[in-house]
Structures are given as C-alpha cells and as structure tokens.
C-alpha cells in the first residue's frame, strides 16, 4: 500500500498562476483533508471531504477549491496563486473517528 | 483564536531521560486528543491518542496523560532517544466535530542529544 500520495512534490509559480495539487489515497477512506503548514502556526485545515462528491470549508479556505470526484483523490486548486499562500501543503485521509494518516507534503513557493 | 496551544517551540533533552511535551486547549467540546510525530520532508504520523473518558494512555515509551479539568495534556517520552528528534504536534476533535476534523497546536520541535 501506498497510503496517501502527493503530487507535486515542489512546484514554485508566479502570482497570478493557477494549479491543482493531487492528493491519492489506498485505504478506501471515506474522509479526506487538505492542510498548510506555516512556521509556527501548525497545521490549519483548508478544505475536507466526508465522502465522494462531497466538500466542505475548513479552517482558512480562502483563495483555494477543492473536488472529491472519486473516493480515493482529493483536488486541492490555486486559481491565482499569491505570495501569501507559500506554504507547505499536507493531504490527509481518514475513516470516520479514526486517526488521520498525512501524506509527504507539497512545497509550494510563490514568487 | 488559538484553541490548542503549545507553548513551548523547542525542548532539548539527554539521551535516556524523560521528555515532557505539553499541551493546552480551550474548546470545552474537545474530547478527543492525539500526538502526531513530524520528521523533515515528511508528512505527521500518529504516535498516540486519548479520549476526554481517561487519564493516562500509554504505548510503550509513550505515554499520554489529560487533566480535563485544567484542559492539559501532555507526553511522555522515556526514555529518550536520539530518533525521537522531531516536530510534535499536538491536536484536538470534538464528538460534535463534523468530518472528524482536528484542530492542530503550533509544534514542539525535540531535540534528543546522544
């Protein structure tokens, strides 16, 4: 099992430019994450999914959207990057009351 | 406003002796608490969790203890060792949580010196 993927791994833009990160999962979990991780701020979440087809806002969503078209991606799209949304980005997946199992992070630099 | 706190962004400690990480919260609705263990370019694993109807959890060298009347929790690590060197966070659920989410603390970086 792969667990959680990520892709890309790094990716640097220029404000203005849009992209998608995709985020897989092998578990058959129901529930799935998007995070950033700015120094000393932790993780915040961004968007979630609890189920496919299904998306919510989490903690900090502005500037980004997401889809859960199948059960195991989780699209997580920039539509005009800025430089405030330089960050390390986490995807997480979870079956419902569990722990959540994080992916390896995207670094994403916008000029 | 920031409802699970780690006051503390870095700890040192000695090979073989005690590591004590802490952890404040302020949502009374929290009841369910978890460690996640970060390594550099890696994604956070989960190390160990409690629920609001215990005190103490424990795995090992692990152990996780809550005081829910001062909204505190803390671990334990011992002994420690030098691959114990990592980001710990923190994090926080509520039954009444849609989605299971988790309210993530800011990190505490240990660091284990042989």
């Known amino acids: 099992n792969a667990g959680v993927t990520q892709t890309p791994k790094f990716r640097v833009l220029k404000t203005g430019q849009s992209m998608t990160l995709l985020c897989a999962q092998d578990?058959?979990?129901?529930?799935m994450y998007w995070y950033r991780q700015d120094p000393g701020m932790g993780l915040r979440l961004i968007h979630y999914?609890?189920?496919?087809?299904?998306?919510a806002k989490g903690e900090v969503p502005d500037g980004y959207n997401v889809s859960r078209l199948k059960k195991q991606n989780f699209l997580l799209g920039l539509e005009s990057a800025a430089p405030s949304q330089t960050s390390v980005y986490f995807c997480?997946?979870?079956?419902?009351?569990?722990?959540?199992?994080f992916g390896p992070g995207t670094r994403l630099t916008v000029l | 406003d920031q409802q699970v706190k780690q006051n503390s962004p870095s700890l040192s400690v000695q090979e073989g002796r005690i590591s004590i990480l802490n952890c404040d919260y302020t949502?009374?609705?929290?009841?369910?608490f978890l460690w996640y263990k970060k390594y550099p370019a890696e994604g956070p694993t989960f190390l160990i969790s409690?629920?609001?109807?215990?005190d103490k959890n424990e795995d090992g060298r692990f152990t996780v203890f809550l005081n829910k009347s001062a909204k505190h929790l803390s671990l334990h690590i011992v002994p420690s060792q030098p691959g114990d060197s990592a980001v710990y966070f923190c994090?926080?659920?509520?039954?009444?949580?849609?989605?299971?989410?988790?309210?993530f603390g800011e990190g505490t970086q240990l660091t284990v010196n042989p």
């Open positions: 997480a997946s979870s079956d419902p009351g569990q722990c959540q199992f």
């Open positions: 578990m058959n979990h129901e529930y």
């Open positions: 999914s609890v189920g496919e087809g299904t998306t």
């Open positions: 949502n009374s609705m929290f009841d369910y």
């Open positions: 409690i629920s609001s109807i215990k």
């Open positions: 994090a926080a659920s509520g039954a009444e949580t849609s989605g299971s989410r988790l309210t």
